[in-house]
Nanobody, 120 residues
Framework: VQLQASGGGLVQPGGSLRLSCAAS????????MGWYRQAPGNQRELVAT???????NYADAVKGQFTISRDNYRNTVYLQMNSLKPEDTAVYYC???????????????WGQGTQVTVSS
């Protein structure tokens, strides 16, 4: 089971990026999915999460700026990032809480990270 993130890159301040993260492998079900980020010298922090039924939660720093969504059929989570600022520069990691079978416990799954750089 793995998460594959994509969509990072270099963007100018005020620009937009859309991150995608797809889960693949032996997955029975996925509960919450989300995005976290880690800037150099900082700890990893929550950006946004979304439950299987679409309830969302955002860090105060990105409310009104980022939008998280998911496609349950494709086991994919997205992060639309608008009005990007230099302080949004970080490695963005996707996360999923999943289980392999109905009788299995829930496990954390992390993607490999994708770099987002906001700079002129």
């Amino acid at each position: 089971v793995q998460l594959q993130a994509s969509g990072g890159g270099l963007v100018q301040p005020g620009g937009s990026l859309r991150l995608s993260c797809a889960a693949s492998g032996s997955i029975f079900s996925i509960n919450a999915m989300g995005w976290y980020r880690q800037a150099p010298g900082n700890q990893r922090e929550l950006v946004a999460t979304i439950t299987a039924i679409g309830n969302t939660n955002y860090a105060d720093a990105v409310k009104g700026q980022f939008t998280i969504s998911r496609d349950n059929y494709r086991n994919t989570v997205y992060l639309q990032m608008n009005s990007l600022k230099p302080e949004d520069t970080a490695v963005y990691y996707c996360h999923a809480l999943h289980r392999r079978a109905a009788s299995s416990g829930w496990s954390d799954l992390w993607g490999q990270g994708t770099q987002v750089t906001v700079s002129s």
